[in-house]
Nanobody
Framework: QVQLVESGGGLVQPGGSLRLSCAAS????????LAWYRQAPGNERELVAA???????NYADSVKGRFTISRDNAKNTVYLQMNSLKPEDTGVYYC???????????????WGQGTQVTVSS
């Protein structure tokens, strides 16, 4: 099995910064793409940022220039650096990891438990 542990959420004032982490552990041969999603109350879950195995990243238009996604392959960890936070960034942030558990096995997608980010003065 694969476990994802998220950390780094919290309460921050507008204009502030937070760094989210998501560490994967368990039976892992390799990790393909990693991504961060968020869900605000009453809204559907939306993609915030994603990074491929080669390091290519893409972002939602609403966070471009403010958020940076990165990965540490040695630690099986993905990060989301969030700067210039706005109240509309408030929500529960979830990591999503595509894992190859064994050599030549298919990819499985796993979700983190979610971490609350609240941007408010």
């Amino acid at each position: 099995q694969v476990q994802l542990v998220e950390s780094g959420g919290g309460l921050v004032q507008p204009g502030g910064s937070l760094r989210l982490s998501c560490a994967a552990s368990g039976t892992i041969y390799s990790i393909n793409a990693l991504a961060w999603y968020r869900q605000a109350p009453g809204n559907e879950r939306e993609l915030v940022a994603a990074i491929t195995s080669g390091g290519g990243a893409n972002y939602a238009d609403s966070v471009k220039g403010r958020f940076t996604i990165s990965r540490d392959n040695a630690k099986n960890t993905v990060y989301l650096q969030m700067n210039s936070l706005k109240p509309e960034d408030t929500g529960v942030y979830y990591c999503n990891v595509e894992v190859q558990r064994y050599y030549r096995s298919r990819l499985y997608a796993y979700w983190g438990q979610g971490t609350q980010v609240t941007v408010s003065s």
